[in-house]
Structures are given as C-alpha cells and as structure tokens.
C-alpha cells in the first residue's frame, strides 16, 4: 500500500527557505511570487540543508541594504486587475463574435457575466482574487438557483482567465483548478398528454416549431429556428437535414422522421420561392427567437396551470430535446429498440460522453423499460 504524501508547508514570506533541487537557500519579497537566492559575502550562493544560519544572515544583509521591499513603482507596475481581465476576453469574443465564430447567445452571456464580475470585484487585483471570491459571488445572486446558471457563470470567468494567462505568461491563473457544480442530469420530458395540450395551447406555427423540436431533437434557438429549404435533403431512404450547430462549430446531417418530413415539404410549399427563408416561423414571418420563444412558452406554461405543478413548472421550450433523447433511448418510435448513447449523440450533436451525462447516467433509475427488455423479460 503507497504511503501517504506528506503535505506541503507553506513557504513563509520573510524567512529564508530551502530548495532542496538546487541545494540552496532562496528568499521570497513581499508582495511578490518570485524567488531570490540567498548569497553569501563573497558573493557565492548558500547551499546545504544543514546551513539555515547563514541563510538567515545573508537575508538579515539583504533587508540591511534596503533592497527587501519593492518600491511604489514596481508595485503599481505590476498590478493587474480583475477588470482588466475581463475587458480583455470582452474583446476577444467581440472579434469572434463580428467574424462569425461566436454565437449571439454566447456573446450576450459572457457580455453579462463578466460586467457582473466587474461590479463585483473589478478593481481587486488579480494576485488578491481567490476561487472563494468566484464562490461568493455566484451564491450572492439569489435568482442564480440553478446548478446550471452556476455553471455557465462559472466557465465564462474561467474561460476568461484562462485567455488572459496563456495571452501574458507572466501572470499567474488564480482560479486554476476551481471545481465548477456538476452537470445535471436532463429528467424532465413530456407525457404524450403534455404534449397534446401545448399543441391545444397555441398556434399552429409556434406548435409546428414544438413538434419538430420534439421529433428532431434539435437545439431549439441555435438549429431549429435557423432551417431553411437549403438544409433539406431529398434521398431515397427519406428526408435529411444538414444542420449547423453554432454551439459546437460543426455541420452534421440527421435524417428526420416521416411526419416531420411531411411538415417540412409543406412548410417549403408556404415559404415561396426563397429558399433561404427559415422553414419555422412566427406569425409575422420572422424566425423564431430566443425571446419570442421563451415568453410564448412561459405563457403557455401559466394557460395550462403548469405553474402549480411542481415537476411541469419545470418544462421550457429545450424540454422538447431531451424529450427526443428519452423517446430515442426508450425505442418509442421503434417497438422498443432502443438507440445507444453513441448514436443518440450523433443525431442531437453531442459527443458520447456528454449525452451519457445528460440523458445517460441516470437512465438505469428513472427509466427501467429498456433494462427489463435488455434482458428478456
């Protein structure tokens, strides 16, 4: 059995100390993060464990000369802080953002995450910052609720910190190795009496973009609102849809099922000649925005006295994804067949592991059917 590492005393700030890889005595200056080795009168280095003494006394001659402080401007110089940071990756994402590379949502949150950093801790400096800052400020925000809320504000800011580090080496990423909440798992999917109620609930065009989102399993904002008769595909097996995930960068074809084919071609009949139009519209012909989409969804939600019901307050206009995902894993369109993980991410965009996180880990305790089939019986 390995033996136990023996934890690390921290090295004092004002005492010479010893590094036994160089065999000698270094000190560190307040204020700093450097190391400095000690020297004896003639000018040679102190080495040797076994010589603290004179260690001692060439920092003793060190602080007599004056030069153990650093001066004003060496301080102001190198102080960099927290705003500077954020400022820096805002920019970052700005040019992204105008060359196409970045996502409008994700432009926005990082825009509004990192301002609310700033009016936090802006002024502080990024030596003095420490992941129980980051900690503080996500739980002093009470609408932050969600584990998920949390995790987002949390990546951002260590995506910005990391930026800036590998940007200027000279500095050190105070929040390297902060935990972030974990994933959770998405449990929540809608009954098919759920289902036939939102379509009672609305519109034929914001239920037109459910069903598809429901049968597709497409990020509803990102990929949904933006298929156009261009990303349709007529092959002998079926239709397929070339989709592109802004979220991801990539392109991926999927095919659809027969009913949302059939919607398709009707949809592509009602756009016109046009066909970079997007297929799922709103009442006024524009696409479907994130917006539009979640108040006519919340709306919804208050119409079927969903509010009151604690496991369908939950539902949103993404629960037509996982409901996709559950559908798929439990062979609901397939006589029980079930898909894997591995194909399941390949139609919704995901990579393995990340569909296994969300839909996946949890499926052995919440949804029993495709074990009890699994194993004949």
């Keep these: 059995m390995a033996e136990k590492s023996k934890s690390r005393q921290r090295r004092s700030r004002g005492r010479a100390w010893y590094w036994q890889q160089t065999d000698s005595w270094y000190f560190t200056p307040p204020g700093t993060k450097k190391r400095l080795r000690l020297v004896d009168t003639t000018g040679r280095p102190v080495r040797g464990k076994e010589n603290s003494q004179l260690a001692e006394l060439a920092l003793a001659r060190v602080k007599a000369d004056?030069?153990?402080?650093?001066?004003?401007e060496q301080k102001n110089k190198d102080v960099i802080q927290v705003a500077r940071v954020c400022s820096r990756y805002l920019e970052h994402c700005e040019a992204r953002f105008k060359h196409g590379n970045?996502?409008?949502d994700y432009h926005a949150e990082v825009t509004r995450y990192l301002n609310e950093l700033c009016s936090?801790?802006?002024?502080?400096?990024?030596?003095?910052?420490q992941k129980g800052h980051i900690q503080h400020?996500?739980?002093s925000h009470p609408t932050w609720k969600s584990t998920a809320t949390q995790r987002n504000a949390m990546s951002i800011v260590m995506a910005a910190f990391n930026f800036y580090t590998e940007e200027v080496e000279s500095i050190h990423n105070p929040l390297m190795g902060m935990q972030k909440p974990p994933q959770c798992p998405r449990l929540h999917s809608f009954g098919e009496e759920d289902e036939q109620l939102l379509y009672s609930a609305t519109d034929d065009y914001f239920g037109n973009f459910l069903f598809a989102g429901i049968h597709t399993g497409l990020r509803p904002f990102c990929e949904l609102a933006r298929v156009t008769a261009n990303d349709v595909i007529e092959s002998?097996?079926?239709?397929?849809?070339?989709?592109y995930a802004s979220k991801t960068g990539k392109t991926r074809t999927i095919p659809v099922r027969s009913e949302v084919a059939e919607l398709?071609?009707?949809?592509?009949q009602d756009v016109g000649a046009d066909p970079t139009t997007?297929?799922?519209?709103?009442?006024?012909g524009g696409a479907w925005t994130k917006v539009a989409g979640v108040q006519r969804f919340c709306r919804i939600r208050q119409d079927l006295g969903w509010l009151n019901d604690p496991y369908r307050k939950q539902y949103s206009s993404y629960t037509c994804r996982h409901t996709f995902a559950h559908r798929m894993l439990a062979g609901y369109w397939n006589d029980g067949q079930g898909c894997s993980i591995e194909v399941l991410a390949e139609l919704m965009g995901d990579t393995p592991k990340v569909a296994f996180d969300h839909y996946g880990r949890e499926w052995g305790q919440h949804y029993q059917e495709p074990l009890w089939t699994a194993m004949g019986m």
């Design 66 to 72: 004056g030069d153990w402080l650093p001066t004003p």
């Design 102 to 104: 970045l996502s409008s």
């Design 120 to 129: 936090y801790c802006g002024a502080m400096a990024v030596d003095e910052l």
């Design 137 to 139: 400020w996500v739980e």
């Design 236 to 243: 002998e097996r079926g239709m397929q849809w070339r989709v």
């Design 264 to 268: 398709t071609r009707q949809l592509i």
């Design 278 to 284: 997007t297929l799922f519209r709103n009442s006024r």
